[in-house]
């Protein structure tokens, strides 16, 4: 289901919430979390709000905040404070008797919108006529629950920004191909880690129905789905050269979603968790310009004030989605579950539900 189609089977917050001063938001949501206690968890993404980040019960990113709403056994309701796909993934993970909820129903994810099932199913087809039986699907956990499903059907697994390269490894074992959705970079930047070289890479656009690559086919080895981050994509490589001109001594750190242009010329790359744990271990003093989300980077700022942090892009802004989900709706959201009315409600059938674990589980399995 795209995030269209759910937006119409849920209701909307009331207006009136806006006007709302953030002291009486903040103390009306204390005063929730305080009334329903172990009985309500609140995961928080690394690129929420401050305003949001203060209720969140945990933090981290999309996979790691589902395996903890997983472990919790005790809370009747999941508030999750994130992107629709993040929310499905918890769904998945968590009991029958546990209701997840999204507090805003159009926060999605653009680059798990860039691949729909007929997109995939059509591009599946016209793929094995051209390669035979010799692809394996992956896909980015920043997918919708029915592509997860697509990828475990079809003896595929997911992967993350952290354990993109040993997945990769692993389906290499299993057929000569890959099919990588829904993201090109970080398919890409995996790969190339990998030694494979970027012309044995095709990139397959959905909306025109065909593979972008001049390169002979049998010497194709990973096919890249036409999607990407429209947050990353928007650091580039004159942002890095203006940087280098500037302060020569600043190491640069960007997130694998980044275009391979840019992954190459910094000093380093890796997952959210790599970034926030690179800089917290970074010695006082030392500067770095970091590529992604600017709520996490503005965090990092205010976290490590004996290091001078900024963002590669100075003109980049928050993720536009992420940030639906703001201080009124979470407290809207929590409203709603306390008059016994929750919207929003997030349920994935059992028929996806039942393959998507199938890729979730395999790419646990393997790393």
């Not at 997983?70 to 809370?75: F, L, S």
């Not at 790969?191 to 990139?203: F, K, N, R, T």
Request: proline residues 4%; hydrophobic residues 40%; glycine residues 6%.
């Amino acid at each position: 289901m795209s995030i269209l189609d759910a937006m119409k089977q849920f209701e909307m917050m009331p207006d009136h919430y806006k006007g709302l001063s953030m002291g009486e938001m903040e103390r009306r949501v204390a005063a929730i979390k305080e009334k329903f206690g172990s009985r309500l968890l609140i995961p928080g993404h690394h690129y929420q709000k401050d305003e949001v980040i203060q209720f969140a019960d945990q933090t981290g990113d999309s996979l790691q905040l589902a395996q903890m709403a997983e472990k919790n056994k005790d809370a009747e309701y999941i508030v999750f404070c994130g992107v629709h796909f993040m929310a499905e993934t918890a769904d998945m993970l968590t009991g029958a008797d546990q209701t997840v909820i999204l507090p805003d129903m159009r926060a999605g994810c653009s680059m798990a919108d860039m691949a729909d099932m007929q997109q995939t199913n059509r591009a599946w087809e016209k793929l094995q006529h051209i390669f035979g039986d010799t692809i394996i699907p992956l896909t980015y956990v920043n997918s919708t629950a029915e592509i997860k499903a697509f990828v475990g059907k079809h003896g595929g697994a997911t992967v993350t920004s952290s354990n993109a390269k040993k997945v990769l490894e692993w389906a290499f074992t299993q057929k000569k191909r890959i099919l990588f959705l829904p993201d090109q970079h970080l398919g890409r930047n995996t790969a190339y880690e990998l030694g494979i070289p970027l012309e044995d890479m095709a990139v397959w656009d959905p909306i025109q129905d065909q593979l972008e690559n001049e390169a002979e086919h049998n010497d194709i080895k990973v096919i890249l789905w036409k999607g990407h981050c429209s947050v990353h994509e928007k650091f580039t490589v004159k942002n890095i050269n203006d940087l280098r001109e500037r302060d020569s001594d600043i190491r640069i750190i960007v997130h694998p979603e980044c275009s391979h242009e840019v992954v190459m010329q910094s000093d380093d790359s890796g997952s959210t968790k790599y970034i926030i744990d690179t800089i917290s271990h970074a010695q006082p003093g030392s500067k770095w310009a970091i590529g992604t989300e600017m709520n996490l980077v503005q965090r990092l700022i205010q976290e490590y004030p004996d290091k001078q942090i900024e963002s590669l892009n100075p003109d980049m802004c928050p993720c536009l989605t992420m940030n639906r989900i703001d201080l009124p709706h979470l407290l809207w959201s929590l409203e709603q579950i306390e008059k016994g009315e929750p919207a929003g409600v997030i349920k994935v059938p059992k028929v996806i539900r039942d393959d998507a674990l199938l890729a979730l589980n395999r790419m646990l399995s393997i790393t």
